[in-house]
């Protein structure tokens, strides 16, 4: 396009300021390794507000019905959450199932100890969904265990190589498809997450990791990047209001992974510390 000189420097501004800026690798308060579970809590309640508020959770709602078509209403459908943190979005599709009278079962899964506990009381009193210790980059479940898996607001954590590995999780483990909702990144989301964290909490980690998780995530065309990669064709990725994407994979009946054949594990992590990884647990927070 040719602009006249004298408009140059402002559609210069302009044009910086729709760009997105470099991706940042730096350390969210979240992924410490030790957490304290008060400012934890209060983080948590804090992405409970921001998934409702902005689009998140209906995000993955609006994206389900399809998803779930080929399931017969009266099978329970199965549901994995990958990085579930308090376990709100499986909430949201616990109420969502009831009021359309469908059968459903959430596994709301975290690879921390701390996050989990943190989620217990919040879905302790929902019987359609269990936690479970998973690492989202290699899930110890055999291949097609889930009618849809999901994750949310967790791929931004990831560098690219293991953003690829759960991208290739998502699609080893899901029957009908999978649907990944993050943030995208830009320069004007990284100003808004930064004034909204400063007006709606005082809390610490938020403070921190809102604005840096903007420039911790992808943009549409570097997810789209990460689905080549990860050998996933037809996914659709659409972006949504208030900087966030959404990547949706349909796996239609008759269409096969390009993954090894159903019922084997692959892309297995040494033993984690703690409970051990797929430790499904009740509402009370003990192994079944």
């Known amino acids: 396009m040719n602009v006249p000189a004298l408009l140059q420097p402002a ?5 910086g300021m729709m760009s997105a800026p470099p991706r940042r690798e730096a350390v969210e308060l979240m992924d410490e390794p030790v957490l304290d579970p008060v400012e934890l809590a209060v983080n948590l309640r804090d992405i409970r507000r921001v998934n409702r508020l902005g689009g998140g959770t209906a995000a993955v709602l609006a994206a389900l019905p399809a998803l779930l078509a080929e399931v017969p209403p009266d099978r329970e459908a199965t549901v994995l959450d990958l990085g579930t943190g308090s376990g709100d979005i499986p909430l949201a ?8 009278g469908r059968p459903i079962r959430v596994v709301a899964s975290d690879v921390s100890d701390e996050i989990l506990a943190a989620a217990t009381p919040i879905v302790a009193d929902e019987p359609r969904i269990e936690l479970a210790r998973h690492d989202a980059r290699a899930v110890r479940l055999p291949d097609r265990s889930f009618d849809v898996v999901l994750c949310s ?16 999780e998502m699609h080893r483990l899901a029957r009908h498809g ?5 943030l995208a990144r830009s ?17 610490r980690m938020t403070r921190h990791d809102a604005p840096l998780s903007v420039l911790r995530a992808y943009t549409p065309d570097e997810l789209r990047d990460l689905l080549m990669r990860a050998g996933i064709e037809g996914a659709v990725v ?4 208030l900087f966030r994407m959404t990547a949706v994979k349909q796996q239609h009946c008759g269409q096969r992974h390009a993954d090894p054949s159903p019922g084997t594990i692959t892309s297995i ?8 990884a797929g430790q499904v647990l009740n509402a009370q927070g003990r192994p079944w």
């Open 11 to 15: 559609w210069l501004a302009l044009a």
């Open 93 to 100: 599709i616990a109420r969502w199932s009831r009021r359309r």
């Open 153 to 168: 607001m967790t791929l931004h954590h990831f560098p690219p190589h293991d953003a690829v590995a759960v991208l290739r």
């Open 178 to 182: 999978f649907v990944l909702n993050d």
């Open 187 to 203: 320069r004007r989301g990284y100003a808004g997450a930064l004034l909204s964290s400063r007006i709606a909490t005082r809390n």
């Open 238 to 241: 659409r972006r949504r209001p």
């Open 269 to 276: 992590d040494p033993p984690l510390p703690g409970p051990p």
